[in-house]
Every structure is written in structure tokens, then in C-alpha cells.
């Protein structure tokens, strides 16, 4: 009889840091353990799955919306293979910022992983800079993440007031039942010490948050080899997505796709992508960039996410351009 894996939900609004919190924490994997990470994205590529590989754990993307609506069958294969595979000693949950963890919550404590999973504390990172925007405070993922978490934590502390953090404080303070523990961080620098506990596991329903889809079958997707440009579309919770998985040998310009990500129409922009100056990470959130370099990965991916809906051809074509300056700048 295996013991039930420790498991934590990294929670948060779209680009809050969930991401950077959990590479952070496999850095401080204790050495000897395995963890997995299973990680739900809203766009249809995936892009998070193929930045967390670098930190030596099991990883499992669910992409293409929030994994309690497309929940079911690809969740429930996704979380079995990748248990089966991993065994680890501890499995992380990176939701999409654009989901409904009550739902997942739901199904992680049901009967099907009752004796498989223990579900830990449920952290949930939040930007104090975004408690100013009404329409964040409104917004029932938003909402259904903060009465889901037993610890919430303030992100990206490095980027706000000071006056920020203390009416972060303030209304963290408010909330009701009151929360096990609140932190402020920056890069999503967490203690693993949080991970271990039991989750309150409150009533966290919000029904009127809630439109189930219909699973839909996965799509296959095509050999890269077959078809080297690759475009996916996604909508819903009131958010576009449009995402490329393109041949690893077509070669972007780096200046061109950096420019492209600060498209003011973009929510997020994220990319793994082969430039002329090699394989790099792009991340922009909040009109934020963040640039890394990376290993050479199986084919390039790009994700943009927005609030109004985007134009396919439009920005395939500046894709196109932007390969066409990395040609012309050799
Ligand atoms: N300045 C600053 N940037 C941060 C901090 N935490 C994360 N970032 C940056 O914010 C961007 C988004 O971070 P991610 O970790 O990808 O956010 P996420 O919540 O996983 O995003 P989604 O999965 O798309 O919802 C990246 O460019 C990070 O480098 C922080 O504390 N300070
Ligand atoms: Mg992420």
C-alpha cells in the first residue's frame, strides 16, 4: 500500500508568478525526493510545461483551458499517467489564473484520489498592485482562488508601493474565515516548510462561477514534421488565446518577437522559441518582459492571450515578418 502523495495547488491570477513560485520550489526539492508537477494552462500550446522541464521534475500539461472544464477524462489520465510514471513524493498543481480551483479541489478529494492524494495547503498568489482594479476584485475566478487558499501570498512585492503591500494586508486581514497564514514575497520565493499541513478544504462552491463545457475529445496533435506552423485558437472567461507550435528549425528574430510581446492588446505573451541568437524564454505580463536563454527544445512555442479578440492572420503574419528580419539580420 503506497501512502497518499503530499499535494499543493498553486493558485493565482493570470501571470501572477505561479509559474516562477514552483521552479522556485523545485530548487529547494530536498535532495533524494521526486516531485512531479502537473500544470493546466488556458492556451491551447502550453508553454509553462516546457519552462518547468528544466527543473529535473516529472511535468504534465493539460492545456486548453481550465482543467475543471475540460476536466474529466484529460484530467483524470493526465494526473494517472503522470502519478504512474513519477510515483513522486510530492505532486504540485499549477491551475490556470483563468480557473475554477473549487471544482478541481472537488475532484482531488473525491472518491477516485481519496486514498491517492493529500491534498496540503493551497497557496494562492496575489499581485497587491492588481486590488486596485475593481474588475479583479469582481472577478469570480479571481474570488474563487482567494476562498480556496489556506495561505495567500503577496507577489511581486519588488514592483509595488509600500502603500500597495499594506492594502494588501488590509484586506487579506478582512477576509473571512480568516486565511492559515499570509506571506509576502518577490519572485514567487516561497519556504517549502508552507507546502506541508493539512488543507482546510472550506466550502469554496461558487456555483454562479461556474459553466461546465462539455469535454471535448483532445485533439490530436499533428507530427511537427508534417505540419511546421502550427496555429490553435481558445476563448472563454472572457479571454482569447491564440498559440503556435512552429518547427524547431524556423528562426525567429529576437528584437522582432520582443517587440511583437508588448502589444498593448496582449494580456500575456510567453514563448519558448529558436531566435538568431538562440533558444530563449519570453515572458511579458503586465506590460512586464522577462527574456532568459534556454536549451533547444523539441519545436518552438507561442502563446498570446488577450481580453479582446485577436486577429489570427494579422499576427501570423508579423510571426512570418519576424522571421524574415532574423533571415535578413544573418
Ligand atoms: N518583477 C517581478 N516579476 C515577477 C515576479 N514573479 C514573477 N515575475 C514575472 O512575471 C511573469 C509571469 O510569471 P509566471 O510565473 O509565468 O506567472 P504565472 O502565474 O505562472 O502565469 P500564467 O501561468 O500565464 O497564469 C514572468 O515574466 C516572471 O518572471 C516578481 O516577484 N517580481
Ligand atoms: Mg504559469
Known sequence: MISPIPTNLVLGFLGVGKTTAILD?????????????????????GIDGAILETEGAFVREIPGGCMCCVAGLPMQIGLNQLIHKARPDRLLIEPTGLGHPSQIIESLTGEHYRDVLKLGPV?????????????VLENVQFQDQ???????????????????????????????PAKNAVFHTRQGRMDIAWLDGD??????????????????????????????WQRV??????????????????????????????????????AVVNT???????????????VSECEPRDLSRIEMISE???????????????IGQAESSC
Not at 239 to 262: D, K, N, Q
Not at 282 to 289: E, F, H, P, T, V
Open 233 to 270: 485558437s481558445n476563448q472563454g472567461q472572457g479571454h482569447f488565446s491564440l498559440g503556435w507550435r512552429i518547427h524547431p528549425e524556423t528562426v525567429f528574430s529576437e528584437t522582432a518577437l520582443l517587440a511583437l510581446s508588448l502589444d498593448g492588446r496582449f494580456a500575456r505573451f510567453k
Open 123 to 135: 497557496l494562492c498568489l496575489v499581485d497587491p498592485r492588481r486590488l486596485e482594479e475593481a474588475r
Open 146 to 176: 482567494v476562498a480556496a487558499a489556506d495561505i495567500v501570498v503577496a507577489n511581486k512585492t519588488d514592483l509595488c508601493e509600500p502603500g500597495q503591500v499594506a492594502r494588501f494586508d488590509d484586506w487579506v486581514g478582512r477576509l473571512q
Open 25 to 45: 520550489l523545485l530548487k529547494k526539492k530536498p535532495d533524494g525526493e521526486v516531485w512531479a508537477v502537473l500544470v493546466n494552462e488556458f492556451g491551447e500550446v
Open 308 to 322: 479582446q479578440a485577436l486577429d489570427d492572420a494579422e499576427l501570423d503574419a508579423s510571426l512570418q515578418e519576424s
Open 276 to 290: 538568431a541568437e538562440g533558444w530563449r524564454t519570453i515572458n511579458m505580463a503586465d506590460g512586464a518582459l522577462s
Open 199 to 228: 488543507a482546510a478544504l472550506s466550502e469554496v462552491g461558487s456555483p454562479h462561477a461556474h459553466h461546465h463545457h462539455d469535454p471535448a475529445e483532445p485533439t490530436p496533435v499533428p507530427d511537427i514534421r508534417d505540419e511546421p
